[in-house]
């Protein structure tokens, strides 16, 4: 498959997607034009391990999503639970150039900031998919150091399970740090990118966290300015 196939997949950001390269070919372009510094393949195997490394002796592999992977893992998994984690709270905190933005407008996508807690999905991962899932999942997220994995404690309902998520990396360039509400809506009502767009991705986070019965207030508020921002233009 040539270059400009995968990437037209990538719109779906689909497991198959994933798995043909599409996202890496867009993190590629990206570095191209001066945008990020990409991951090799080396750097992303390296974290894995590392995290892999750390996981807790016994214990099965889960993944906590908060944001897209909520309802779109692209992942295989054997069991989702809704779930609590406590430390970090959910926020548009990382500039993305590509993906859901350009570069003379650049999105925003959420990282998990420290202080107070969040409320998302742990899938937990068939213990023979490991090394397989585990790749499809970095070669997502892990692809140009932005994001810090690591081990955090989920509260379900059926008791706590130990699962990696993606927490934002305060010293990457692409980090957010004080963003007034309002910049944050602008960038998120007018930012789109292969992708799709800032707004859809606002949307689909709010519904499925309504779905799942999560009371977000922030995020809410967020949804009804973008809203707002949209319908006036």
């Known amino acids: ?35 990020l510094r990409a991951w090799s393949h080396e750097e992303r195997a390296a974290s894995l391990a590392a995290t892999l490394a750390e996981r807790p002796r016994g214990a099965p592999v889960w993944v906590f999503g908060y944001g897209s992977l909520m309802w779109n893992p692209a992942f295989e998994h054997v069991e989702r639970r809704p779930g609590l984690i406590r430390g970090f709270h959910r926020r548009f905190c990382l500039w993305t150039p590509l993906g859901r933005g350009s570069p003379d407008n650049p999105g925003l996508v959420l990282g998990l900031e420290s202080g107070g807690s969040c409320r998302g999905v742990a899938f937990r991962l068939d213990e023979a998919q490991i090394a397989e899932e585990l790749d499809i999942l ?14 955090v404690t989920v509260e379900t309902d059926a008791g706590p399970v130990a699962a990696i998520t993606f927490t934002i990396n305060h010293g990457h360039e692409r ?25 859809e991705y606002l949307e689909n986070t709010v519904a ?24 006036a233009t």
Not at 8 to 31: C, S
Not at 138 to 151: K, L, T
Not at 177 to 196: I, V
Not at 209 to 231: N, Q, Y
């Open 175 to 199: 980090y957010a740090e004080r963003l007034h509400p309002d910049e944050t809506a602008r960038a998120l009502a007018t930012a789109a990118g292969a992708l799709g767009s800032c707004a």
């Open 208 to 231: 499925h966290l309504d779905e799942l019965g999560i009371g977000d207030g922030p995020m809410h508020d967020l949804l009804a300015r973008v809203r707002a921002i949209c319908a």
């Open 1 to 35: 498959m040539s270059t400009t196939s995968r990437r037209a997949k990538a719109h779906a950001l689909n497991r198959e997607a994933i798995k043909n390269g599409a996202i890496l070919d867009l993190v590629a372009e990206a570095e191209r034009l001066g945008l």
């Open 138 to 151: 970095w070669s997502r997220e892990m692809v140009g150091g932005a994001y810090s994995a690591r081990w």
